[in-house]
């Protein structure tokens, strides 16, 4: 994507910590017309419903049960959509956007190869699936890990969001992290609020990138509405990661190992990995589709003050895989 200004023009000592420190940093990606409301409207009259998701949640951060689906009949408008985030307690998160909207998919691109060129520590990052969140004032996201490293680059509105260390075991407890990687589980985790005692804390204001080390957990709160754009993106460090993880999980979990190595460098890891893919060949280990039956009795309404309307009955979720596949 050309551009006439430089969107991103960090210090050296923060592209020498990209990926590696809990970091907030500046770029000028949020003036594009990408972001604002007509392109919004736009943009989400055209969204494939299979790709456009749409969540509700409570308050309590404890709770993490109470993040629900929420259906999108195919009937409703942006506007309509739009209207309902800012009257709501709604998370909209569009997902593969960097596939779906050349735009996105332009942008995305030059972000990573701004990053792969500044920051070789990372061995030529490589942007993997990315979502644009537009979010509702209050709405927030519970305490949860991602399996790639991603980061938030932060478009509109304020939102807070905590930062926690990566890889520690108080914080997340080995079992979850290695079904995270094995798709047994999602994101979410339980969550404790003295954990916030070991947390970075930041107000992200339009024009703010928030990054974190691979695996470090983080949960958000908005302020105002808010449109953010995620991306993950893949690299050495996460490969080894990742099939370590998925050894641990499928190879030493069963024979009943209580504590499973977790370094990813070194001639054991290395035969894990090896293990683990020649097996996985052999015979796939199962992964579970975990937004195959997707049922919720609550649709998105943007005529209604809570941005939400209640169904008669349940029904599958239109970004449900298995509605998709009807």
């Known amino acids: 994507m050309s551009v006439e200004y430089a969107p991103i023009s960090w210090s050296d000592e923060e592209y020498r910590n990209f990926g590696l420190e809990r970091q907030v940093l500046r770029h000028d990606y949020h003036s594009l ?11 989400l009259d055209a969204y494939p419903a299979r790709r456009l998701q749409a969540y509700t949640m409570g308050d309590d951060p404890v709770r993490n049960e109470d993040w629900r689906h929420v259906d999108i009949d195919p009937d409703t408008t942006g506007a309509d959509m739009l209207r309902a985030v800012h009257n709501g307690r709604l998370w909209l ?3 593969h956007i960097e596939r779906l909207v050349p735009a996105f998919g332009e942008l995305i691109e030059e972000m990573y190869a701004h990053i792969g060129a500044h920051c070789p520590h990372l061995e030529q990052p490589r942007a993997t699936h990315s979502a644009l969140l537009i979010s509702s004032p209050g709405a927030q996201v519970y305490y949860h890990l991602d399996a790639e490293p991603n980061m938030l680059w932060h478009m509109r509105g304020r939102k807070h969001v905590w930062l926690y260390p990566a890889m520690d075991t ?3 407890p080995q079992h979850y992290l290695e079904d995270i990687y094995a798709g047994d589980i999602g994101e979410n985790l339980p969550y404790q609020p003295e954990f916030d005692e070991r947390a970075s804390v930041h107000l992200l204001e339009p024009g703010d990138a928030a990054s974190w080390p ?3 957990p983080h949960r958000i709160v908005n302020v105002d509405m808010n449109v953010s754009l995620a991306t993950s993106y893949s690299t050495p460090l996460e490969y080894r990661r990742r099939y370590v993880q998925l050894a641990n ?3 030493l979990r069963p024979l009943g190992l209580g504590r499973r190595g977790m370094s990813e460098q070194g001639l054991v890891p290395s035969l894990k990995r090896g293990t683990f893919r020649v097996l996985n ?3 796939p280990f199962r992964v579970a589709d975990r937004t195959e039956g997707y049922m919720t009795d609550l649709q998105l309404d943007g ?3 809570t941005g939400l309307r209640t169904l008669p009955d349940s029904r599958l979720a239109s970004f449900s895989n298995a509605r998709s596949s009807e």
Do not use: G, K, M, Y
């Not at 017309?33 to 943009?43: G, K, M, N, R, Y």
């Open 214 to 216: 691979h695996n470090a």
């Open 93 to 95: 998160n569009l997902t």
């Open 249 to 251: 999980r499928h190879l």
């Open 170 to 172: 108080d914080l997340v």
């Open 33 to 43: 017309p990408l972001f604002d409301d007509a392109s919004l409207e736009t943009l």
């Open 281 to 283: 060949r052999i015979r």
């Open 303 to 305: 005529n209604s003050a």
